[in-house]
Structures are given as C-alpha cells and as structure tokens.
C-alpha cells in the first residue's frame, strides 16, 4: 500500500545529542514537509522540499537540519541546537501540484523525548 | 501572510448531537481551505477542502464545511456526531501562490459525551 512511514514511532535522546527522524514515502509525491506539534500550537512548518537536492526553511527551522538526496526520502536531523526538541514530529508529502489536484498525506509521527 | 484562528480549544458534546467547529482565516485572496482530523498518538487524515466553486462542502465520515467569504470563516459541522469521532480538528489554509505550504491552526479537541 502506498503511504508515508515514519519511524520510529517513539523516541528518547539525551540531551545534547543529535538525532535524525526518518520519513520515507512510496506515493512518488515531489514535495515533502516536516511539522512540528507541541500541545494547544497546531502544527508549525519545519522545513519544506519541493524537489530532490533542494529544501527551504519553514517557519521554525533553527535547530534543524535536512537533506533530501531521493525523492522518497527526507530525513530530519534533530541538532543539539534545538533548545526544546521534545516534541511530535510528523512528515507530509504531496505531489507539489498547485490546488485542486493535490492534497498533504501524513505519516503517524514520531514522538520525540529528549531528557 | 495567511494565518487560520480556531476560537474553540476544547468542544464536548453528547453522542447524536449537532457539531460545528469553527475556522477563522486571514488571507487576501480566496485561499485554499482544509479540514483535517488527527486521533492520538496518529498522523493528520483530510476529512474536507474547499479551493473554488459551491460554497459547501461534503466529506467523509458525514462531515461537511461552508466557505463564506464575507466572514473569512470555513467552519465544520456534522448533524450527529458518534463517540468515534472524538479527536482534534485543526483547519489549515494554503496560499494560491508560491509553494504549497500549509498553516494550520491551533487545533480543536473534541470529546463526546455517552
């Protein structure tokens, strides 16, 4: 079945370590994000890859860094520079089509606890 | 830049009762309008959108939205809601131009009574 997975779905870093989430899609979208989700915030925009070897910063992307070397893939590395990385993560894709034909599907997310 | 406002943190409301969560957005042009539902612990499942056309909206699960213009509001409704549908709502906006990015608001947790 075509989908996003994540993974993995739940876990812990000591601080001051870096660490990379995965995301990996099969849905050949073009386009990829990675959201952040803290509690009463909605989801804030991370970073953005509209095409392989390229990505923007999204709206709070201190303290994060990607890459985006496939088209499936887009890995988020959690730095220690983040000062409050202790969150959920999740990863979209869609096909980078301007509306109507297009629309986000999500992974199931990663529940990031550094401590 | 666009920005999407959910007035109503928490809403609860008693199985096989009406249900309208609100969405408030701030955008220039007609923007592009979505629903999206997330169960704990899940990834976001689109229920709706709205980009051009009939104003109202149908989508899955019985739920349908109505985009006015005049009060830059895109709210969700369902005539009965079921225990099932106990979750967080969060509307979210897209600008026509540039990259497709979305802004969410700030979420909507719904609980449902017995």
């Known amino acids: 079945d075509g989908g996003i997975t994540q993974s993995p779905k739940y876990l812990f870093r000591k601080e001051g370590q870096n660490v990379t989430l995965s995301c990996e899609q099969n849905?050949?979208?073009?386009?990829m994000y990675w959201y952040r989700q803290d509690p009463g915030q909605g989801l804030r925009l991370i970073y953005y890859s509209q095409i392989v070897n390229d990505f923007q910063k999204g709206d709070i992307a201190e303290g994060y860094s990607v890459s985006r070397e496939k088209k499936e893939s887009f890995p988020l590395t959690v730095t220690s520079a983040q000062k409050n990385p202790t969150a959920f993560y999740l990863c979209?894709?869609?096909?980078?089509?301007?509306?109507?034909?297009?629309?986000?599907?999500f992974g199931q997310g990663t529940r990031l606890t550094v401590v | 830049a666009q920005s999407v406002t959910q007035p109503d943190i928490h809403i609860t409301v008693s199985e096989g009762a009406s249900l309208e969560l609100r969405c408030n957005y701030s955008?220039?042009?007609?923007?592009?309008l979505f629903w999206y539902v997330q169960s704990p612990g899940q990834g976001l499942q689109l229920l709706l959108k709205?980009?051009?056309?009939?104003?109202l909206v149908q989508g899955i699960k019985g739920f349908e939205a109505e985009f006015k213009r005049s009060q830059s509001s895109f709210n969700l409704r369902k005539p009965s809601v079921h225990w099932s549908d106990a979750a967080e709502y969060f509307c979210?906006?897209?600008?026509?131009?540039?990259?497709?990015?979305?802004?969410f608001g700030q979420g909507t947790r719904l609980t449902i009574n017995p």
């Open positions: 979209a894709s869609s096909t980078g089509a301007r509306p109507p034909n297009t629309e986000a599907f």
């Open positions: 955008y220039g042009a007609t923007p592009y």
């Open positions: 979210a906006v897209d600008a026509i131009q540039g990259a497709q990015k979305l802004v």
């Open positions: 849905l050949n979208h073009d386009a």
């Open positions: 709205y980009f051009s056309g009939d104003t």
